[in-house]
């Protein structure tokens, strides 16, 4: 076996973060302990049973963050360290990944954290009697063995140079939950969850706050600040910014479409921004399987049809920017050619009149000011080629769930920031995958990933995934908008928040100035 540290040499791979207007852990402020913190989201959370819920969304993964532990976390830099596990080694193959845990941990219902309970997290996500829609995003793990108390050894079904990177998100599929709480529990234990983290639930009332209390008896207490953190749902992106102006929230998510929020919290001394760089892009899904995105041609002529500049221009002040292939300047993975459509409305129009019928259909957008402009600038650009969209206007949460249900012709989505591509690209485009939303299958794709995920050569790695860009930018079956950057705008007292890896606003190492 090869030892834990051999990954430092690998810690290039991990993720390619830029920090941008602020730090995040700001190291040369002393840390207080005490005091309260509420953070605004986007949307509601649904729960946190992987076999209710499936994948965490990002709201969800704010609370998981705090609620729960992951066997290993990314530093401000992406670089992995321990957490739950304290070292982990592989065979040479990158096949077998052995990870020793830390010691006395306990649940926050007194349960003891072992070997044991990562296997039961695992297996339960695992039998196909769950039919857990979570369980595609472990595909690759073949078995979980425990030795021992404090050893779990995961054996592979290919080989996989990052692993350790890839249990560091607040997913459903990382963090580890109590099995007594979900056992006793039963269905209650959706809106009930029990982790080993820094922070307890206390109270949730949904549509309005989820309260969660400092753990008294957290094995790390001595970097836990808070002593409690509010987590509330503020849909509209206005509203969320006046809540931070008005000390109603002291944190908020924020993105580029509201650009001028960014600026002003730039100039005004009282607010901090946090800003990084990632891999993904904010992308959308054709359903390939309805008229008129069945066609090539038509899929082809809209995505000619956009132009990307003009548009982060009327949107973002040019603040975004634009994306030909799903992995962005944050990753790891470099295409010289990705093969992208070019912005040529003359040729749009050409393939939609060789098409020889109306193109007519829907696209799902947010029903929300936000969701409504970026759907009305697609009108346009795809109106002036001939082509009619109708708005299907939806509440956020119900974007996910028809997604996966199938149920839109055309769908937004994204492509989050991870430290490898291989979760989220085998899933969005192996055939046969639940969150397969073009629904097309082409076997040169399906080896693409296949051999991407069973090779430890980071160069032929690169190759293929550059490879796999230029077949799906070439069938237009998914279309790239811009690339991630993540912002979190804070108060000014707010400090300690980790660097925002796929968007998530970890503030369970935060505390107040």
């Known amino acids: 076996m090869k030892t834990a540290f051999r990954w430092r040499a690998l810690a290039g791979i991990a993720l390619g973060a830029a920090l941008g207007v602020a730090m995040f852990t700001g190291a040369a402020v002393a840390q207080k302990q005490g005091g309260s913190i509420t953070v605004g989201l986007e949307t509601d959370i649904p729960g946190f049973d992987p076999l209710k819920v499936g994948v965490f969304d990002t709201g969800a993964e704010y609370a998981a963050a705090a609620i729960f532990d992951t066997l290993t976390t990314l530093d401000d830099e992406g670089a992995v360290q321990p957490k739950l596990a304290v070292s982990w080694s592989h065979s040479d193959d990158f096949k077998t990944w052995t990870f020793k845990l830390r010691s006395g941990v306990k649940f926050q219902d007194g349960t003891p954290f072992n070997a044991a309970a990562v296997k039961a997290n695992f297996d339960r996500q695992k039998d196909p009697a769950n039919k857990c829609r979570c369980a595609f995003y472990i595909s690759n793990i073949k078995s979980v063995e425990i030795p021992d108390d404090v050893t779990v050894v995961y054996n592979l079904t290919d080989p996989s140079a990052n692993f350790p ?9 990382n963090v580890v939950q109590s099995p007594t709480a979900w056992q006793t529990k039963g269905d209650d234990y959706n809106r009930n969850p029990v982790g080993t983290g820094p922070y307890i639930l206390k109270s949730w009332v949904a549509g309005d706050r989820l309260v969660l209390e400092r753990n008294p008896d957290y094995w790390d207490k001595g970097r836990v600040f ?35 929020n960014i600026k002003k919290a730039q100039n005004d001394p009282k607010l901090r921004v946090l800003t990084y760089t990632g891999s993904g892009a904010a992308v959308d899904a054709f359903n390939t399987k309805v008229e008129p995105f069945d066609d090539i041609r038509v899929r082809q002529a809209l995505v000619m049809a956009i132009d990307r500049k003009k548009w982060s221009d009327a949107m973002t002040g040019g603040m975004s920017r634009p994306a030909s292939n799903p992995y962005g300047d944050g990753s790891w993975v470099k295409c010289k050619d990705d093969g992208a459509l070019p912005y040529d409305p003359e040729k749009a129009k050409a393939l ?9 259909f829907k696209m799902m957008v947010t029903a929300t000011p936000r969701g409504r402009s970026i759907g009305q600038i697609l009108q346009q650009f795809w109106k002036a080629v001939g082509a009619d969209m109708e708005l299907d206007q939806v509440d956020q949460a119900q974007i996910p769930a028809r997604a996966f249900a199938r149920q839109y012709e055309l769908t937004p989505w994204r492509i989050i920031d991870l430290a490898d591509p291989d979760p ?9 995958s639940p969150s397969n939303l073009a629904q097309f299958s082409d076997p040169e794709i399906d080896r693409l990933l296949e051999h991407a995920r069973s090779s430890a050569d980071q160069t032929a790695r690169i190759e293929d995934y550059c490879a796999l860009s230029r077949i799906i930018n070439q069938k237009a079956t998914w279309f790239w908008t811009f690339q991630n950057t993540y912002y979190a705008i804070t108060s000014n007292k707010v400090r300690g928040i980790a660097a925002l890896h796929s968007g998530v606003i970890d503030v369970s190492r935060a505390w107040i100035e």
């Open 165 to 173: 990177a890839l249990t560091t998100l607040a997913s459903s599929n």
């Open 226 to 260: 808070l002593d409690r953190i509010v987590l509330k749902p503020l849909p509209d992106a206005q509203s969320r910014f006046a809540s931070l102006q008005s000390g109603e929230a002291d944190v908020i998510y924020e993105d580029e479409n509201d650009s001028d």
């Open 424 to 432: 989220q690209m085998y899933a969005n485009f192996h055939t046969g």
């Open 352 to 360: 939609i009149k060789e098409y020889g019928k109306p193109v007519k």
